[in-house]
């Protein structure tokens, strides 16, 4: 009996030295749970830089029966065309003429751009219309009787409206100013050196009921032929040596160009620069060479 009185507050002791154990453990196992990862702030995406929309595009239109590739309107897909009397610097085509043949104007800073490669330079230039877009220094425009894209209705008005083509040539006032330039062409079979349009790159042709002082060929037959008139003051000259004589005659059509007293025009079923569909039409049509007498 007294044995057991001794040892009851040992046993006690032990019991509490045990429990106190215990806790200690489950503190310890509690404090060793994983941690809660700190909080980060996400690292924002690096922005994408953007770039000014491109404003002309190229796409392959029906010009005068024949497949072209021609220059259009990024955001419409309509065709552009260029004015004859134009240059450079200056829009001859405004006001009233400009409701007709919207300009494509630039929509912002810096060089406009295209959506497919080009052979020649798009430009800006400050004319009557505003920041209006170029190509090769002819200033462009869309027209209003094409309802939808790639349409070609513009083509040949007036003899001074032309589709855009790629291969445009530099237009007057943007470099030399020469109306005239010579090419190789095939002619009935025969490559010929040839006249043409230094803007548009179209072969010139003559027409044997003209005279030196008269065009023959005037009203509708202009717009089948539309005759090469003189956009300035002075001799017209070539950008490559001529062994004949190029001048200037006030004709119905205008003051149109001449070579060797042989009035000059382009032909409407010519769709691009270089070609000769105009050759023996009516036995009265026929392309300018070089040795034209």
């Known amino acids: 009996m007294i044995y057991l009185r001794r ?21 310890s196992s509690g404090s060793g749970s994983t941690p ?49 009397p134009d240059t450079a610097t200056k829009a001859a085509c405004t006001g009233g003429c400009a409701q007709t043949w919207p300009p494509l104007l630039a929509t912002g800073p810096g060089t406009p751009t295209s959506a497919t490669s080009l052979p020649g330079m798009l430009t800006v230039v400050s004319s009557g219309n505003g920041n209006q877009v170029a190509y090769n220094g002819h200033p462009l425009y869309t027209f209003s ?34 109306l005239i330039k010579t090419a190789t062409v095939t002619v009935n079979g025969q490559s010929v050196t040839v006249l043409t349009n230094a803007s548009s790159g179209k072969t010139l042709y003559y027409f044997t009921p003209d005279t030196a002082t008269t065009a023959a060929c005037t009203g509708g037959c202009a717009q089948t032929w539309p005759p090469l008139l003189a956009t300035g003051s002075g001799t017209p000259t070539s950008s490559t040596s001529l062994p004949g004589k190029l001048t200037v005659v006030k ?17 409407s079923g010519d769709s691009g620069p270089a070609q000769s569909h105009g050759e023996g039409v009516g036995n009265k049509w026929f392309v300018v060479t070089t040795d034209l007498k």
Not at 8 to 27: E, K, R, Y
């Open 251 to 267: 004709t119905a059509n205008g003051n149109q160009v001449e070579y060797n007293g042989h009035l000059l025009y382009t032909f």
């Open 7 to 27: 040892t009851f507050p040992i046993t006690v002791l032990v019991l509490l030295t045990m429990v106190l154990a215990a806790c200690g453990n489950s503190t």
């Open 145 to 178: 009787g094409d309802t939808g894209p790639a349409q070609t209705n513009g083509e040949g008005i007036g003899g001074k409206w032309f589709v855009c083509t790629p291969d445009l040539a530099v237009g007057n006032g943007s470099g030399s100013g020469a």
């Open 36 to 84: 809660t990862p700190a909080a980060t702030t996400p690292t924002p995406a690096a922005p994408t830089p953007t770039t000014a929309a491109a404003l002309v595009m190229t796409t392959t239109a029906t010009v005068k029966g024949q497949s072209v590739t021609i220059l259009t309107d990024a955001s419409s897909g309509k065709t552009l065309y260029y004015f004859t």
